[in-house]
């Protein structure tokens, strides 16, 4: 497996742009000499929740379009390419074909003749994981045999950043992830459970749509921002290496990224000597990426600040301070709308609807943040409780 990250340049998203920018990092890498007119290919994009491109939450149609392209050059055959993900919400056919729409992937999927995947169909696959000994996942994602995730680079009030190796939480369906945030509240064991889920699938590469990413409070809730690049790797976590020294964020604060340096999988820090291609494009944005507000002002709202740094004695009371010293999610009413996708995407079922505002129990509450993830009006703030206030 190569360990290069290959980098090309792409300001905007124009077939003429995004087809060579896809078709030299294709060029670069070296798996895709296995392309042939048999090989399952299954596309892994973003496709959150229900959002136009302009948005930056999904990922972008161009990239879909430029990449199905590169595969046919290789003389993929289109009825062997199959494009699917599950949204954060339930997993049914009807919202996964609205979001196919919504985010233009349906258009580009039906001009080239491929499938867009909403027959919602799962597979148990045992895995002998650190965290995970069995993953449900979509039946294409586990009949495939070369995978190619297409990520789109954005921050995560969670995780710190979301790209290649998140991306993949994707393959799970629907509520099922509500129940792997239910299972793994800590988040070590949660970036554990992530990277089981690479080594269960061993994606062959991975390019990460930076053209525009999202800053701030994302994966949904953040700014659009241009960065004008595409970044390549057979290498995942070191792809994600690379993308979390783009926005500035430790990646050892990101709980897969520790996760995946534990096992080895990765440094625990971006090398520049592993850039390729384009290397000149890969510079540090300025002014620098926002990052979450639960990752602002050195903490990452939750756990940063425990492990070694304390007695092993005093670790309960350091981690019972830091819950409650860390954000939570609180409802603003008057931009709440009543629609429950809170509620429902919730893994503690601590979300009520009354009198059509959401509201919030909060000594069930793990701080997963999916209910900021997954609300579309934007009606869920990320704030830190004042300790003496307690
Ligand atoms: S907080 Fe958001 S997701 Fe929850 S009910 Fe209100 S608008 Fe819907
Ligand atoms: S209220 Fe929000 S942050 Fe808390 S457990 Fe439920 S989904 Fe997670």
């Known amino acids: 497996m190569s360990k290069t990250v290959f980098v090309q340049r792409a300001d905007r998203y124009d077939p003429e742009v995004c087809g060579p920018a896809v078709e030299a990092l294709f060029a670069a890498l070296p798996c895709t000499a296995e392309i ?66 919504t985010s233009g ?23 002998a994981g650190q965290a995970a000994q069995q993953f449900e996942l979509l039946r294409p994602v586990a ?20 790209a290649a190796c998140k991306n993949l939480f994707g393959t799970i369906p629907g509520l099922k992830k509500a129940e792997w945030h239910m299972r793994f509240p800590d988040r ?9 889920l690479l080594e269960l699938l061993r994606p062959k590469m991975a390019i990460l749509d930076g053209v525009m990413g ?21 290498d995942l976590p070191g792809l994600d290496l690379a993308a979390a020294y783009l926005i500035g964020l430790d990646p050892m ?17 971006f090398d520049p000597a592993c850039l390729g291609g384009d290397k000149e494009a890969f510079r540090l ?21 425990a492990d070694t740094r304390f007695p092993a004695a005093i670790q309960p009371a350091i981690r019972a301070l830091e819950r409650s010293m860390a954000p939570r999610p609180v409802i603003q009413k008057d931009k709440c709308i009543g629609c429950g996708k809170c509620a429902e995407i919730c893994p503690q079922h601590t979300i009520r609807i009354v009198d059509k505002k959401a509201r919030i129990r909060y000594g069930d509450c793990i701080r997963c943040f999916c209910c900021h993830e ?17």
């Open 214 to 234: 999202m800053e701030g409070n994302g994966p949904s809730g953040g700014q659009p921002r241009a960065l004008g690049l595409l970044l390549a790797s057979e």
């Open 188 to 196: 070590e064991r949660f970036g554990e459970m992530l990277i089981d």
């Open 374 to 390: 997954m609300c579309p009006a934007k009606a869920i703030e990320l704030r830190k409780k004042k300790i003496f206030s307690l």
């Open 36 to 101: 042939g007119p048999e090989t399952k290919i299954l596309l892994k994009p973003n496709l959150l929740t229900r959002a136009v491109p302009e948005q930056a939450v999904t990922t972008h149609p161009e990239i879909l379009r430029a990449v199905i392209q590169a595969c046919k050059r290789r003389g993929a055959k289109p009825e062997n390419i199959t494009v699917a993900d599950s949204a954060g919400g339930v997993y049914t056919p009807a919202v996964m074909q609205a979001i196919y729409r």
């Open 143 to 162: 009949e495939a045999d070369f995978i190619i995730d297409l990520p789109k680079l954005k921050t995560h009030v969670m995780t710190g950043l979301t």
């Open 105 to 127: 992937l349906a258009e580009v999927c039906a001009a080239e003749g491929v499938l867009a995947y909403s027959a919602c169909e799962t597979v148990e696959v045992d895995t």
């Open 285 to 305: 944005p300025e002014p620098a990426w926002k990052l979450p507000d639960s990752y602002a002002d050195g903490g990452e709202g939750s756990t940063d600040f």
């Open 253 to 269: 604060r990101a709980p897969y990224l520790a996760a995946a340096h534990r096992r080895g999988l990765c440094e625990e820090r």
